[in-house]
């Protein structure tokens, strides 16, 4: 597909997603016209990109880990403190997680108070 259709698929922009592959983070293939074409699997790669720059993680941390979320045998292994960093990366995104659960425990509850007519 091309790189509109992806853009109107995913929701991001053009802009962003030639962003993401000057970042090394997309690979679309190039046609002879130098149109740039992006395979089915990109849809959900672009949509996990997205996800991860939500949690806070840099276009960097990205670039190294993707490949081990799409499968373990593409990792590759960094030097320690990278990973130290990555781990730091996931405590605070674990903590976020936390937090956002507690709020939702708390609408919860309000709406669960909430005379059942409203």
């Known amino acids: 597909m091309r790189i509109k ?3 109107e698929r995913t ?3 053009s802009r962003l997603l030639r962003y993401y592959e000057e970042q ?3 690979r679309p293939r190039r046609e002879e016209n130098g149109y740039r074409d992006y395979e089915e699997s990109q849809v959900a790669r672009v949509e996990q ?3 991860l ?3 806070g993680l840099t276009t960097e941390i990205i670039r190294a880990v993707l490949p081990c979320l799409a499968e373990a045998a593409n990792c590759q292994y960094p030097a320690p403190d ?3 960093r990555v781990r730091q990366e996931r405590s605070r995104m674990a ?3 936390a937090c956002l659960a507690k709020n939702v425990q708390a609408i919860d509850d309000y709406l669960d108070r909430l005379p059942k007519n409203s």
């Open 24 to 26: 090394g983070l997309l």
């Open 11 to 13: 929701g991001v922009s």
């Open 5 to 7: 259709q992806l853009s």
């Open 82 to 84: 990278f990973v130290s």
């Open 53 to 55: 720059l939500d949690a």
């Open 95 to 97: 903590e976020r997680l």
């Open 49 to 51: 990109i997205r996800s």
